[in-house]
């Protein structure tokens, strides 16, 4: 099992920034590829940003690239999404995410319990 918890949303101008933290326990975090997922009302859950497990790759939906950027630090346990740039479009709860796929096919999601960030314009 790995707990998510997830901190740093809040009220924020279009145009402003702010830093989400996904602090990580249980199984050994650096064996685990993190993302941000966020869901807006009435819309599905989709993804934002993933890294890989070093930290090495990163990924991004086109809609946050050049705005969002994800890090991880594994001494911490601890990744994070710095958002800049925001837009009222971008509101929505922020869920972070631990994705773990072993050699023989199985592959294991942990949710955190997500923070809202809402974009005033």
């Known amino acids: 099992q790995v707990q998510l918890v997830e901190s740093g949303g809040g009220l924020v101008q279009a145009g402003g ?3 989400l933290s996904c602090a990580a ?5 650096s064996n685990y590829a993190m993302g941000w997922f966020r869901q807006a009302p009435g819309k599905e859950r ?4 993933a890294i890989n497990w070093s930290g090495g790759s ?3 939906a086109d809609s946050v690239k050049g705005r969002f950027t994800i890090s ?6 601890t990744v994070y999404l710095q958002m800049n740039s925001l837009k009222p479009e971008d509101t929505a709860v922020y869920y972070c995410n631990a994705h773990r796929e ?3 096919g199985l ?5 955190g319990q ?4 809402t974009v005033s314009s």
């Open 72 to 77: 991880r630090d594994n001494a911490k346990n």
């Open 102 to 104: 072993e050699e023989s």
């Open 25 to 29: 326990s249980g199984r050994t975090f």
């Open 46 to 49: 989709e993804f934002v940003a």
């Open 58 to 60: 990163t990924y991004y």
């Open 17 to 19: 920034s702010l830093r």
């Open 107 to 111: 592959e294991y999601d942990y949710w």
């Open 114 to 117: 997500g923070t809202q960030v």
